[in-house]
């Protein structure tokens, strides 16, 4: 039990067995704890659907049982977290990547079958949507990240290079996916030189608070909520990340030292975009203190 004065690890853990999912709570095991990847990987299991996809409010926002390239994108960083993105699963994913693409060989955000089951205001759903960069972007550089190779693979690179070649205006989580694409991109040359664009876009466009004690003075995006801001440790997750060399070290640590005090008293981190339902909202907030965790941990701040 986490008393007062405890550490950043021990009230977080009190808040996930406190509120989070099975998934969560394994995940979190895993992480943190030396728990067995395997387990994570059953409890991920609940989730998939026959068609190779995942449903079930995987990812909170989008409920009911159907398939959904977003939820398929969180199932793969999971299974990339615990070092199992391979083998027959992925192979079933990649399929089903193949049969829900556009015309372009990438994917939707969302398809019409959502449509009849609650989801969030803000993701729109149409009969015939555009491929995006948002729901392509980190499906490929996980792919590529863990060396998967499947012909899919090859015209959804392809328009991740173009989306991201074509990049003038943007908003934070379309430049996340981005980077999230190009961390992972097999030419490391052509992405090095797309993310210089892409960092020196973010700086002009104001995409990142580089100073919190002064983040009411930078823009909220179109379709945002009040005040969700992204910060420099929003694009760049790990040392790593090519988004790293965007910031300062100051800038950087500034970052840092707020998203570690962003803890709430309870031991979770909060969500900052709109929350439209309790559930979601209660759902999101482990899946943020897992990220948060994550996040101080690479940069080895101390998490006690």
Same mark, same amino acid.
């Given at each position: ?49 026959? $068609? ?37 699963? !992925? ?7 193949? $049969?829900? &693409? ?67 205006? &943007? ?21 090095? !030189? ?19 004690? /002064? ?50 008293? $309870? ?17 999101? /907030? ?19």
């Amino acid at each position: 039990m986490a008393a007062t004065g405890a550490s950043t690890l021990a009230r977080a853990e009190q808040f996930i067995w406190l509120t989070a999912r099975v998934l969560e709570q394994r995940r979190f095991a895993h992480g943190f704890l030396d728990g067995d990847p395997g387990a994570v990987e059953t409890a991920l299991s609940a989730y998939l659907n026959e $068609d190779g996809g995942y449903g079930h409010a995987l990812e909170p926002d989008l409920r009911g049982p159907v398939s959904q390239p977003l939820h398929t994108a969180h199932a793969l960083s999971v299974l990339d977290s615990i070092g199992r993105c391979a083998g027959q699963r !992925v192979e079933r994913i990649c399929r089903f990547l193949t $049969d829900v &693409s556009t015309k372009e060989g990438a994917l939707p955000a969302l398809l019409p079958t959502q449509r009849g089951y609650p989801a969030a205001p803000f993701i729109p759903i149409v009969d015939d949507p555009p491929a995006e960069l948002l729901a392509t972007g980190p499906v490929v550089g996980l792919l590529h990240g863990n060396q998967v190779w499947h012909a899919w693979l090859f015209r959804a690179t392809d328009f991740c290079w173009s989306a991201v070649d074509a990049l003038e205006q &943007s908003h934070p989580y379309e430049v996340e996916a981005a980077v999230a694409f190009l961390d992972c991109a097999p030419d490391r040359a052509r992405a090095e !030189v797309a993310a210089d664009r892409l960092g020196r876009l973010v700086r002009d466009q104001r995409l990142a608070v580089l100073d919190p004690s /002064r983040r009411a003075e930078y823009p909220v995006a179109t379709g945002y909520a009040p005040g969700e801001h992204h910060f420099p440790h929003d694009y760049a997750r790990t040392p790593g990340s090519l988004a790293r060399r965007w910031f300062t070290d100051e800038e950087l640590e500034r970052s840092l030292d707020h998203l570690a005090a962003e803890q709430q008293d $309870d031991g979770g981190w909060p969500v900052t975009w709109r929350q439209w339902a309790p559930g979601t909202a209660l759902e999101g /907030r482990p899946l943020v203190t897992l990220r948060a965790l994550g996040t101080l941990r690479s940069y080895g701040r101390s998490l006690g």
